[in-house]
């Protein structure tokens, strides 16, 4: 469960508040300028030009409002910085030492910021700040504590101590901007950025990274060529009420798959299970791959229990006296024998009886959207399976 925080984003009439009222100061003056504005993260969310502004004014507007938003201070300080002889300021990570940035705050906090190109810096800055004393509404969004963050890598380290596996897991925000990082002694030093670029790019685009890698495989070249994104399996986003607070990356697990696994475990950690009203509960996709990961009971309602049923091999032969098994196959084929003879028969509990082997029986192929109903007495065994092997079974006492 998410311990809800929240932080305030400007909205759509924020935005457009902003805007309004800083082309109104450049207008009024006789500027020719662009006027961006942009999101906690940097990113843009709202755009004008006057008439005659020069072209290149786009891009500068939109670095400059892009660095008083991820630097929370006017843009102006890092310019005077470079021009007191801080030539370093010049290499900070997303930073343009440019006048003309200006954050747009609620209380103290940094919601955006709008950023001006195209006159002198003052002026520039003038529009800018002329902007940022408009009226301008907000929205409270769910957000990602840092004790969340923690907790979503703790748990992928947890699983991976049980593993014997090393890999490096990442934890961004909404923004995809790094907020945790796990990097056991034995891991590889590369996985540190693709473990980052995974949790980046399930976070900006609301999806799992390995929707782009399956895109490329299956002849998409251009998901190759997506902006900040990477097509590699292992990224998973965090969910908080429908919304995308963050996401989980790993990188250098035993296999592809495994680290896909890994960060479902880690997002799974922190996503909320809800419940409705007469008894109803919703779990969501994110809480469904994270107990998929590892398999087991997703609802115990007393006389019938739901299962993430997930099988890697082959078992032993089972029978529920007083136990109806319903199967759907998620992911994944299987061969299961029912009926025939049990061998080597052991009881493990009141009706509960498992075996070597079933001789004898009916084999059923199962593929993705089968389903497979085992009444009460019944044996079954699963003799194949493939790698992993994924399905829901509803346990129905008779």
Known sequence: MISTTTHHVIDEAGV??????????????????????????????????????QIASSRV????????????????????????????????????ALTGGIPLKVGDAVVGAIGTSGETPDKDEAVSVAGAAASFSTLAVPALSAADARRAAG??????????????????DAGGDLMCIWRPDRAQVASVGVATDKARTAAIYRRPSKDFEEQASSGRASALHLARAVPLQGGIPIVDGGRVI????????SSADEDQELAVLGAGA?????????????FDETAVRAKFATGGLLL???????????????GEAECHAHTVDVMHVVEG????????????????GDGEVRAESVTGGTAHELSPGDVLA???????????????????VVKVEV
């Open 16 to 53: 457009e508040a902003v805007l309004e009222t800083a082309e109104r100061h450049a207008l009024d003056h006789g500027h020719r300028v662009v006027i961006a504005v942009v999101e906690r993260s940097g990113e843009l969310v709202g755009l004008r030009r006057t008439p005659g502004a």
């Open 61 to 96: 507007a939109i670095d400059k409002a892009r660095t008083a938003a991820i630097f929370v201070r006017p843009s102006r300080e890092l310019e005077q910085q470079v021009s007191g002889g801080r030539l370093g300021a010049l290499a900070l990570h997303g930073a343009r």
């Open 155 to 172: 748990t992928v380290a947890s699983e991976c101590a049980r593993r014997g596996v090393s890999p490096v897991c990442a934890v961004v």
């Open 246 to 253: 963050g996401a989980v990356g790993v990188s250098g697990a």
């Open 270 to 282: 922190l996503t909320p299970v809800n419940g409705s009203s007469n008894g109803a509960t919703l």
């Open 300 to 314: 115990d309602g007393g006389p019938y229990k739901l299962d993430a049923g997930r099988r890697d091999a082959p």
């Open 333 to 348: 084929t299987a061969t299961v024998l029912t009926g025939g003879e049990i061998v080597g028969a052991r009881g493990v």
């Open 374 to 392: 085992v009444p009460a007495g019944v044996a079954h065994q699963f003799t194949r399976v493939s790698y992993p092997f994924l399905y829901f």
